[in-house]
């Protein structure tokens, strides 16, 4: 019998090397890199390069024309209404898409399927039919007697409406994957029902909470057809970012117009990274706080 002496920096034939802290080995195959490839070209052509070019028309005019643009006081008043309505919607739609999510997993009703199909209605209806809906529902004439047509009550109903499903389609197949069986186990020792869903439910929901959250105020602040009808469109008064966009364009007033959008767009990011930096911390602090509790 013959034994073979490996040098320290030989390895055995068949065997892999276990990559060390520091090592970057790429496992990308010729098929998933040419994937890759396709991906980002779409990605870049279908995303960057139309945002690029926004950020490039709104900074046409300098420095001075995007702030010129931006401190009107009617694009103020717009943008101030369109984000304070589109955080006030989002708050909402955490609350009552978490609520609906689980009452849809958790119970079993009678006309639970037709709850199913009504959540996704606002996906499928084109915007300008939901805000033909919405102002026969709360305009003039209205059969519950309400009349909130061009008002502030408007503006946040047409968001509501449009945004009510994110939260509850990214939080429920979370919900439907979560095991019953670590519930039980909790409550088996002496868990109430609200420590339970503290300590284990939430963790494990806070990231899809935050991605519905995320989603329905990035639809809020871009939100143009549902509330062209409905809110009259008064300058001062209810009168959204979008609905100021539009009126730069059709004023031939491009920088003006991308200058908003790309201040949008910020606004976006900004709230789509606090998000996720909220989440991960939450997460952190409430399973520190169900470890010191075990």
């Known amino acids: 019998m ?5 040098t320290p920096g030989q390895q055995r034939p068949g065997r892999y090397r276990r990559s060390a802290p520091g090592d970057r080995i790429s496992t990308l195959t010729r098929g998933a890199g040419v994937g890759l ?3 980002l070209l779409w990605f870049s052509l279908l995303v960057l390069i139309p945002l690029i070019a926004v950020v490039v028309q709104a900074s046409a005019g300098g420095w001075a024309g995007y702030w010129s643009a931006l401190s009107n006081p009617q694009t103020l008043a717009a943008l101030a209404l369109t984000v304070g309505e589109a955080i006030a919607v989002t708050a909402v739609n955490v609350v009552m898409g978490t609520a609906i999510a689980w009452v849809l997993v958790r119970d079993r009703f009678w006309g639970q399927r037709v709850l199913e199909v009504v959540i996704d209605i606002p996906f499928a209806l084109p915007t300008i039919v939901a805000g033909l809906v919405l102002l026969t ?8 007697g309400v009349n909130w047509a061009n008002s502030r009550i408007a503006v946040f109903l047409a968001l509501l409406f449009v945004t009510v499903p994110f939260v509850v389609r990214t939080v429920q197949p979370v919900l439907m994957e979560l095991e019953p069986e670590v519930e039980e186990a909790a409550a088996s020792l002496g868990a109430g029902r609200f420590t339970t869903f503290r300590a284990i ?3 494990a929901l806070a990231p899809a909470i935050t991605s519905g959250a995320a989603l329905s105020f990035a639809r809020g602040i871009s939100e143009y057809g549902s509330l062209v ?3 009259g469109n008064l300058p001062y008064a209810t009168e959204v970012a979008s609905v100021r966009i539009l009126a730069y364009v059709e004023g031939d007033q491009l920088t003006n117009a991308a200058a908003v959008a790309s201040l949008l767009l910020v606004i976006a990011l900004g709230v789509i990274i606090a998000l996720d930096v909220i989440s991960r911390r939450a997460v952190r602090s409430l399973a520190k706080g169900a470890g010191r509790r075990g």
Request: glycine share 14%.
């Open 2 to 6: 013959t034994t073979s002496l490996l």
């Open 37 to 39: 490839g396709v991906a």
């Open 137 to 144: 529902l709360y305009g003039p004439g209205s059969p519950l």
């Open 201 to 203: 439910v939430l963790p």
């Open 229 to 231: 009808l409905l809110s």
